[in-house]
């Protein structure tokens, strides 16, 4: 993997696939993980499908938590700040949608795995971070690999799983971080900052689906 001290900032074009093509190894590990084998095979037990929901929904309610947080603690550069409230704002709509959906009022007697619990811990860590848009790059891995999985993963349309692949395809959710990251990722050492946190984010998502 190349090392952002070896280049300009400005001999990328985009810097989230730079960011992807980094890790996209992380993303074919993910791909071949016995989850995903299951899937594909109709082999997937309810039970197992059902705790990984439930730690999705444990993912999705604890990032809704902290968009809210960031977006009360940002104010300034305005396109940055609106960017992490409309993800707040639907972050909530989805979180509340899954609940409702579930018919569950809240995630408060589910516990947390280590490898969700270390995720989250991740996105902690990175909102201490002084500059926001570190946090906006924490964000990216998640739509990131759904979408290239949706992408790379062959499930019939009247499989019962086909909704979770047709939900993601087109990637039109990643497709609002290039704008942001693009403009606010300047230099070779905050390209590097931010290709550390991507990648530990996908690995997060590799340990989670490798738990599942």
């Given at each position: 993997?190349?090392?952002?001290?070896?280049?300009?900032?400005?001999?990328?074009?985009?810097?989230?696939?730079?960011?992807?093509?980094?890790?996209?190894?992380?993303?074919?590990?993910?791909?071949?993980?016995?989850?995903?084998?299951?899937?594909?095979?109709?082999?997937?037990?309810?039970?197992?499908?059902?705790?990984?929901?439930l730690?999705?929904?444990?993912?999705?309610?604890?990032?809704?938590?902290?968009?809210?947080?960031?977006?009360?603690?940002?104010?300034?550069?305005?396109?940055?700040?609106?960017?992490?409230?409309?993800?707040?704002?639907?972050?909530?709509?989805?979180?509340?949608?899954?609940?409702q959906?579930?018919?569950?009022?809240?995630?408060?007697s589910?516990?947390?795995?280590?490898?969700?619990?270390?995720?989250?811990?991740?996105?902690?860590?990175?909102?201490?971070?002084?500059?926001p848009?570190?946090?906006?790059?924490?964000?990216?891995?998640?739509?990131r690999?759904?979408?290239?999985?949706?992408?790379?993963?062959q499930?019939?349309?009247?499989?019962?799983?086909?909704?979770?692949?047709?939900?993601?395809?087109?990637?039109?959710?990643?497709?609002?971080?290039r704008?942001?990251?693009?403009?606010?990722?300047k230099?070779?050492?905050?390209?590097?900052?931010?290709?550390?946190?991507?990648?530990?984010?996908m690995?997060?998502?590799?340990?989670?689906?490798?738990?599942?």
């Amino acid at each position: 993997m190349a090392s952002a001290v070896s280049f300009t900032a400005k001999q990328i074009d985009d810097v989230c696939e730079y960011f992807w093509n980094n890790s996209l190894g992380l993303a074919e590990e993910i791909l071949n993980l016995d989850f995903w084998k299951k899937i594909k095979s109709y082999s997937m037990k309810a039970e197992r499908f059902q705790r990984f929901t439930l730690q999705d929904m444990l993912y999705l309610d604890g990032v809704t938590a902290m968009l809210k947080e960031m977006s009360e603690k940002v104010t300034q550069p305005e396109d940055l700040k609106v960017f992490i409230q409309e993800r707040h704002s639907s972050y909530k709509t989805f979180r509340d949608s899954c609940l409702q959906n579930l018919l569950m009022k809240d995630l408060n007697s589910i516990e947390h795995t280590p490898a969700i619990q270390k995720y989250l811990d991740t996105y902690r860590e990175v909102m201490k971070e002084s500059d926001p848009v570190y946090f906006v790059v924490a964000l990216l891995p998640c739509p990131r690999v759904w979408s290239w999985i949706a992408q790379n993963l062959q499930l019939p349309d009247h499989g019962a799983h086909y909704i979770r692949k047709s939900d993601n395809e087109g990637g039109q959710s990643e497709k609002r971080f290039r704008p942001i990251l693009n403009k606010y990722l300047k230099s070779a050492e905050k390209v590097q900052k931010a290709n550390d946190i991507f990648r530990r984010q996908m690995q997060n998502e590799r340990d989670f689906f490798c738990s599942s």
